[in-house]
């Protein structure tokens, strides 16, 4: 029988290489999800520094539009004050007309 008492201790010694590798392979993998996790959070920290900068961007642009006069608002007010300039042109003419 030394030939299935050879066969039982290179299973035996199989089975303990297949666990050192398989408990390897979960090491391996816990390591990873570890550092996928650390790097994972390492984003949702800059992707929440990167919204609150936004939102500070966004109430700059509105306060800025109360300051600056925008260009259509310019042209909106030139416009009225042709239109009260050519009445009031019309009004002279008329009166150097009578």
């Known amino acids: ?33 570890v550092a996928l996790g650390q790097s994972s959070a390492v984003l ?20 800025m539009s109360e300051v600056y006069y925008r260009q259509t608002d310019a042209r909106r007010d030139l416009n009225i004050i042709e239109n009260r300039i050519d009445q009031l042109r019309k009004r002279v003419d008329d009166l150097e007309d009578r």
């Open 1 to 33: 029988m030394p030939d299935r008492e050879d066969r039982n201790i290179f299973e035996r010694h199989f089975q303990t290489g297949v666990q050192v590798v398989m408990v390897a392979l979960l090491l391996w993998a816990g390591r990873e999800l």
């Open 44 to 63: 949702e920290e800059r992707l929440a520094a990167q919204g609150a900068l936004l939102n500070e961007m966004r109430q700059e642009m509105a306060s």
